[in-house]
């Protein structure tokens, strides 16, 4: 179990998703969309980068919105309790 285990540690991830986003930059400079709908289209990689983009924007949200309503002080229980 512990040779699978090496597989979901955080270093192990973070490489594997940075070559499946080079995989997808390499394929969008061979598969080029016929008709691009809007310029930004044009630009080899785009949507690779648009999606890492937009993922690290959400994260980044979702981390401070957890932390606005969802924090809580280190003593919130026991000031309740009494």
């Known amino acids: 179990m512990s040779f699978f285990r090496q597989f979901m ?3 192990f991830l973070k490489k594997a998703m940075y070559a499946v ?10 598969i080029m969309p ?3 709908h809007f310029g930004a289209e ?13 993922a690290v924007a959400l994260a980044r ?5 957890a932390h606005t309503f969802l924090g ?3 003593d919130f229980y026991e000031k309740h309790e009494k």
Request: charged share 15%; glycine share 10%; hydrophobic share 60%.
């Open 42 to 54: 044009k630009i080899p990689g785009f949507w690779a980068i648009f999606g890492l983009g937009v």
């Open 9 to 11: 540690e955080a270093p």
């Open 21 to 30: 986003l080079a995989v997808m930059v390499v394929l969008n400079f061979l």
């Open 61 to 65: 949200l979702a981390k401070g919105a």
């Open 34 to 36: 016929p008709h691009p």
């Open 72 to 74: 809580k002080d280190v």
